[in-house]
Antibody, heavy 122, light 110 residues
Framework: DVQLVESGGGLVQPGGSLRLSCAAS????????MDWVRQAPGKGLVWVAR????????AYADSVKGRFTISRDNAKNTVNLQMNSVRAEDTAVYYC???????????????WGQGTLVTVSS | QSVLTQPPSVSAAPGQQVTISCSAS????????VSWYQQLPGTAPKLLIY???KRPSGIPDRFSGSKSGTSATLGITGLQTGDEADYYC???????????FGTGTKVTVL
């Protein structure tokens, strides 16, 4: 069975850093794009970032570009989100997701982790 | 910035049907496929529909999707209390190279 398990969330001060990780199992990890999606408390879903199978191609939402970095370790089947210069508006549950599409036109997220909560507050 | 607009809420009695619209603010997403996600209270979202109208394995045919131009629609027939959830559409904006989710719709079974 496909499993995605996030970790690394917690309380961080504004301007600080946090590193989220997602451990994947049950599929050939290096063959899939992986994405991070977040959801602020009581709000809707917001796409954050994505990375291709070999880690050579990434994309970011404008709201996190230059502050967040997505990376992956295919030997360990993990995808990470390094969050720097965090702001109060980054407070959210962060979900790790898998995208099985081969074309950007057909992107979809077929498996989701349970999410990890990041709270930015002093 | 691209926006996918959904009605904030829809409701119907058990056994009835509802439709949820997803309207794009930009033609940049007109050529891309739409997905739909269901988020039950307190849980992670789940993929319901992809490529405008395809259902992943295990999703009942009570759920259907369609797309015309820059608008998409999710239909739910035979409404059940277990369908009470938030529903989101989503698609890739090829011009901005970002994925965009809809504003979300809360489905209430009366």
């Amino acid at each position: 069975d496909v499993q995605l398990v996030e970790s690394g969330g917690g309380l961080v001060q504004p301007g600080g850093s946090l590193r989220l990780s997602c451990a994947a199992s049950g599929f050939t990890f290096s063959s899939y794009w992986m994405d991070w999606v977040r959801q602020a408390p009581g709000k809707g879903l917001v796409w954050v970032a994505r990375i291709n199978g070999d880690g050579s191609n990434t994309a970011y939402a404008d709201s996190v570009k230059g502050r967040f970095t997505i990376s992956r370790d295919n030997a360990k089947n993990t995808v990470n989100l390094q969050m720097n210069s965090v702001r109060a508006e980054d407070t959210a549950v962060y979900y790790c997701t898998r995208d099985p599409a081969f074309r950007v036109l057909t992107i979809r997220f077929d498996y989701w982790g349970q999410g990890t909560l990041v709270t930015v507050s002093s | 910035q691209s926006v996918l607009t959904q009605p904030p809420s829809v409701s119907a009695a058990p056994g009835q049907q509802v439709t949820i619209s997803c309207s794009a603010s930009s033609s940049n997403i007109g050529n891309n496929y739409v997905s739909w996600y269901q988020q039950l209270p307190g849980t992670a979202p789940k993929l319901l529909i992809y490529d405008n109208n395809k259902r992943p394995s295990g999703i009942p045919d009570r759920f259907s999707g369609s797309k015309s131009g820059t608008s998409a629609t999710l239909g739910i027939t035979g409404l059940q209390t277990g369908d009470e959830a938030d529903y989101y559409c989503g698609t890739w904006d090829s011009s901005l190279s970002v994925y965009v989710f809809g504003t979300g719709t809360k489905v209430t079974v009366l």
